[in-house]
């Protein structure tokens, strides 16, 4: 049985019960009976903060999620959350009450005996100039501690409103920027000396060869949970395979 799942991009919303439940189908289903599962990134639609998990008017949907990972951590399943660009809030909080640790973006971990590149995948796609500007800010201290620092109801509120920005300047831009650029997947790999990257973020789930001075190498992209779609990836020591569920 796979040793390691990834998946990436559920975008858990309580807006889409559907994707929410196939979600706990898998937690239950393929993840336990693996070894580890890694979350790559943009588990919720949007992550506001880990008082969330506590306050009264929180959402019970963060709740509900947050109670499936830990009794996927009770089996004895490892579970390891990296920021996506929507969830980047996820925090110590989640953590324990989940029982995942948090990775580091990019971070390398050793797994089916190969050292691999786990990303989100949105630094790689550089060429969306803007996008890069708002990471930043978004990313920065200051605007972290401004946002953390209204109530729940006005964090909502303004991601909202964040939202419906970003769905019109998404829409009115062309494909090939939303995707990753080809230098920036080399750099990547070149910089940590590895052959095997996994990443989500871009929606558009495959294996590409490619070579990297002179060595082969393999970027794998998670499939997101939109539409009545749902998958992942499982690595062993029979090597990578991208699966529906
Ligand atoms: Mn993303």
Known sequence: MPGALFVSDLHLAAERPGTNERFFGFL???ASRA?????????FEYWIGDDELQAADGDPLARAVADA???????????????GNRDFLLGERFCAATGARLLEDPA?????GVRTLLMHGDTLCTDDLDYQA??????????????????????????????AKSREVVGAKPAEIMDVNDGA?????????????????THRPARHALE?????????????????RGGYLAVD???PRLLAC
């Open 212 to 228: 990297v001075d002179g060595r082969p190498c393999e970027r794998w992209v998670l499939p997101d949970w939109y539409d009545g």
């Open 69 to 83: 990972l830990h009794a996927l951590s009770r089996l004895g399943v490892g579970i390891a959350v990296m920021h």
């Open 28 to 30: 239950q289903d393929q």
């Open 108 to 112: 390398v971990e050793k797994i089916g």
């Open 185 to 201: 997947v080399r750099e990547a790999l070149r910089t940590h000396r590895l052959t095997r990257l996994v990443h989500g973020h």
């Open 134 to 163: 708002w990471r930043r800010t978004a990313r920065s201290r200051a605007w972290q501690a401004e946002f953390l620092a209204k109530s729940l109801p006005e964090r909502r509120r303004t991601v909202q409103a964040m939202r």
């Open 35 to 43: 070894e580890r599962l890694y979350i790559l990134g943009d588990l």
């Open 237 to 239: 020591d029979a090597g």
